[in-house]
């Protein structure tokens, strides 16, 4: 049973693009991130995020199981998922995993024989109809 | 689903009995009233007539009975009003107007199946028919007696007394139920239902209790006239007092039952050939032409004591009906469209 | 995933007024679990499908069964297990709302008068206003309580969401998501405008002139559509696994909503996701159930979200 003043307030923008489940676990990152959840601190259940928004059940429960396969989160049964202990780091790792599979990514091509004009013009249209994609 | 029933029904039953309980007052109050100017008039010195050297006060006496009645007619017509208009009235609550605002949608998409809709329906309906009517009948029979309005086995006096009005109204109710399932809109079913309770109650009225009646053959031998029992009716053409004479006519001498039609057009040619003859023409002609065709005078008549037994086959006869059409509205329910 | 039996399944489903056919050729086997928004214009053949699955309509022909039992001349104990909410909401207008309840629990063997009593308590309805006086929004969440209190384990609502205020719609929506929360029951809603219902919604069934065009997970369509366009005018061949839904060709650019059924070949092509809206309105412009099948449809009375 969450307590009066639940951990986090998940919103959702249905204008985003961004699936509604997706929102939810980049939400609970950010979190993280920003230090406003700390391990051990308790997600609130299913039940108390359907009141908060208006939210298909099985989303949060995908979202959840989302956030417990990345680590970031623990079950614990009959009493909620909780933080992690090493979620934080897990959480920040991120911007630092990216740019590392980034390096990875571009030194594959480069051995597949792609040039850094090729890379960069892929780059480029998967950003760009990603952009399209929003609009 | 007996108390949804119930509660659907409520507010228009509680409307009924604080009618029935209205005209029941009514009945009492006029009742009692002509009771007692009757008595006045049937006792000495007037004994339901004008005696010499009573005349004046006699006449005031009967004036005062005619005025205590003056209110009959119209009061008899909504009693027995009152039988097909409350079945109809709950006839439409119980079927059509559900099926009008979608609620059998509610109904039938809960647990219990459609037939057990319709029979708590129809049973607290019936129930509610009984508890109204029962009480009304056994007031507007008493009124019958107490009023002298008309003998109970004649077609005037049948419907306000014993249980008519019951039957009746439990019949309408489930026509009413039945044709609300095809029509649907409670308005029309309503004016449809109305006009088809009032042509069956008519139809049972003038054509069906006419033949269940059973009744006694007699002959007459001259024109006599009788007071009749306290009820103030006078018996004649030898039909005694209450009963309801259906015909009368010539009949020959011997015979034990009305002639048909045929023999009663031969008979009054051959007596209409006798007064016209020079035997018809003496004085006591009339009498000596009947002797000489031997002819005699009868009458058909329902005797008062088969009253029950007319109440009970003709309340056979609506039950029979009704059952029928419950049971054509149990099979028309279940393949019926919400 | 699915080791337990369709929730809703329906074989050739079809019903006939007089010579029209309101619903044909209906062929869907829903998963449990899911809240299926039930989508298509006005006389799609909708309500049709919802009345049948609860047992109100009989079908002109084919079949339909819920739990994998046959659900035509639904028992006592099936109906139990089904919600149902009529378009019309209809309520027995005299009635105050705890007789509404009363008549829910007398007509029902199970029957949780806890849940109704806490979801208008939640609502601010007093059990006894009287029907009649309550504002339309109010009446359709007595309507709903009086389906969620019997704790089925399929709801078929028909356009729960229609006239309400948009609050009294979130209102509507949350207390479903609770119930589903809490039950794990499975939903379907019908609607005439998808955007209303599509948060809360993983499945989609698209109805146009009384036939099935779309029936799938949301989140299988939103994957295995795209949106492609290419820049030369003449009229392209689409490339492989492509299979086109609809298309609209103009002098300088061909561009169509795709299905695709193998990985596609990128070249001279713009590739984009579309929204569900878009997917959705793309099937029933074209009116067709699957790729090379079907009538031509035209829509009407099609509300944009």
Known sequence: MASNDPTIRFRLDPGSGVSPYRQLVDQVREALVAGRLRPGDQLPAVREVVTQITINPNTVHRAYRELEYLGLTIPQRGLGTFIAAGAVDEAGDDQSNAAKRLRLLIDQMRAQGASDEEIRALVSNRLESEIDADS | MTWTAWRRARSVVIAMAVVVIVVGAVLLLTGFHQQIAWSEYLRRPCRGGYPTGHLD???????????ASRYNTALVLVVIALGPLFGVVLGVNAVAQEIERRTVRLAWTQSG????WLTSSFLVN????????????????WWNRAAHYAPRIRLNGFPITGFSILFMSIFVFVLVGAVGMFVRRSGWTFAVGFVVAIACIYAVEYYVRPDLAPTTFVKVGTSSVELGSASGFYGSNGVPPNAWEKSNGMALVGSKSAPSAATMQTLSRKMNNCYASPLGKEKNGDNSCLRKIHIEFFALYVPDS?????????????????????????????RMLA | MTESPAVLEAVGLGRRYRRTWALSDCTLSIPQ???????GPNGAGKSTLLRIAAGLTPPTTGSLSLFGTNALNPTPSLKSRVGFLDQERPLYSSFRVSEILHFGQSSNPSWNMTVAHEHLDRLNISLRSRVSKL??????????????????????????????????????????????????????????????VAAICDYVVVLARSRVVLADDIEFVL??????SSLRGDAAVLPDGAISVDERNSARQTSALVRVELPLNEAGWKIEQPTLEEIVMAYLRAGIASPFEGDEVRFENWERP
């Open chain 2, 306 to 334: 088969e009253y029950w037994t007319v109440q009970l086959r003709e309340g056979s006869v609506y039950a029979g009906v009704t059952l029928l059409l419950a049971g054509a509205g149990f099979l028309t329910v279940r």
């Open chain 3, 33 to 39: 679990g899911r809240v299926v928004a039930l989508v």
């Open chain 2, 113 to 116: 199946s459609r037939q057990k």
């Open chain 2, 57 to 67: 006060y006699c006449e005031r006496v009967a004036a005062k009975v005619a005025g």
């Open chain 3, 223 to 228: 994957e295995s559509h795209r949106l492609i």
């Open chain 3, 135 to 196: 504002s339309g929004g109010q009446q359709a969440q007595v309507a709903l309580t009086v389906c969620l209190a019997k704790e089925p384990e399929l709801l078929l609502l028909d356009e729960p969401a229609a006239a309400l205020d948009p609050v009294a719609r979130e209102d509507l929506l949350r207390l479903l998501m609770r119930q589903v929360a809490d039950s794990g029951s499975s939903v379907v809603l019908s609607t005439h405008s998808l955007s209303d």
């Open chain 2, 126 to 141: 019936i129930a509610t028919l009984v508890a109204l009517f029962v009480p009304l009948c056994l007031v507007a029979t």
